[in-house]
């Protein structure tokens, strides 16, 4: 066996083998890394023993449901256990020592030697598979939903166009407006599309170009955005911070380095989020604009609170306190302010949801 040891104490696997009676004679550096546990805390002990301290029940259940729980540790109904398992994948999650949850694969295999048979199991984390799987996934369903509605819309007008061109009463005027508005429907399919590649990129480092701008037309673009969405809501533009009474305006004349539409991306999420967050009309949408240590600072404010079981969650991909959000907003907002080299960030105060940006000055020394 010691031949066999050193062929797996190499695997980049985990590896453990365990003799007829269940006890772990094995176990590699490997598999050490991915259980989270010294090889002296498991050698020597029974998997009878193991069973609580790295399995739920509801992992080993399916595998069991044939063996009386109290019988299977004896040797003969361990053999046919393992016999039954050999060669089969298991997918389940193991419980580590700092109690975090890593999703492993498993396959048994036999090996017999002088009458006596021990147990090879070879185990994959696929902890980042699976995270990679349900991001797909996520990715997918979001994408449908994003593009479903705007897919519609230019099916349906283009199917009107054709039966309405065959009415010769039907103008040059009434056929323009409909083109026009299927260019736009394309043309917002196309950003979106755009969009989801350039968050991939974000994700894997991609440096953005950035160009100075001033601050006065900051709040230029601020206020468009704010008329965009149509609100009878108002918005109350401070040159302070939060609890200093003296406003600043000198800051109106200087400058910070953006990249103009992904940084317009960011406030149009943010005014929107604060615009559908409230919907009493008379309740103002407060965003405060200051310097701090060669910083500019954003921060909107509105009335009501985020639950707190998704606080943690907020800038997560896919996690969306909405009842149809995506989960895309803040997670691509905070992408890209990163991007700026500046930061995103939530601040829970009783009765009040703020978001503040913070990006450098231009220049920043």
Not at 240 to 266: A, C, G, R, T, Y
């Amino acid at each position: 066996m010691e031949k066999v040891f050193r062929v797996f104490e190499k695997s980049y696997d985990g590896v453990f083998i365990s003799d007829y009676s269940g006890k772990v004679i094995f176990l590699n550096d490997s598999l050490e890394k991915i259980i989270g546990f010294k090889k002296e805390e498991i050698l020597g002990k029974n998997l009878k023993n193991l069973e609580e301290l790295l399995f739920s029940k509801e992992n080993i259940s399916e595998y069991l449901k044939d063996f009386n729980l109290e019988s299977l540790w004896t040797s003969d109904v361990f053999k046919k256990f393992v016999t039954n398992l050999e060669g089969r994948l298991q997918e389940f999650s193991i419980r580590r020592e700092d109690c975090s949850i890593v999703f492993v694969e498993q396959i048994f295999f036999i090996f017999e030697d002088d009458d006596t048979f021990f147990v090879i199991s070879i185990i994959r984390d696929i902890t980042e598979c699976k995270k990679l799987r349900e991001d797909f996934l996520n990715f997918q369903r979001t994408f449908s939903h994003d593009v479903r509605s705007p897919l519609s819309s230019l099916i349906s007008i283009s199917s009107f166009l054709l039966e309405e061109l065959e009415n010769k009463d039907f103008s040059l005027e009434d056929t323009k407006e409909f083109v026009l508005t299927l260019n736009k429907i394309g043309r917002k399919m196309l950003h979106m599309m755009e969009d989801y590649l350039l968050l991939e990129a974000l994700e894997n480092g991609k440096q953005i170009e950035k160009a100075p701008k001033v601050i006065s037309e900051l709040l230029g673009e601020l206020k468009s955005i704010f008329s965009n969405f149509k609100s009878k809501k108002k918005i109350q533009i401070l040159f302070k911070k939060h609890e200093i009474e003296n406003s600043n305006f000198d800051l109106l004349q200087k400058k910070v380095m953006i990249n103009e539409n992904l940084f317009s991306s960011v406030l149009n999420n943010l005014i929107g989020n604060a615009i559908e967050a409230d919907q009493e009309i008379d309740n103002k949408i407060i965003i405060n604009i200051y310097e701090e240590s060669r910083y500019l600072f954003l921060s909107f404010s509105n009335p009501g609170e985020i639950p707190e079981e998704i606080r943690s969650k907020l800038f997560q991909k896919f996690t969306s306190g909405k009842k149809n959000g995506t989960g895309i907003g803040l997670f691509s907002s905070m992408l890209i302010i990163k991007a700026h080299l500046g930061d995103l960030y939530y601040e829970p105060l009783e009765g009040v949801t703020r978001f503040t940006i913070k990006i450098p000055m231009f220049p920043m020394f």
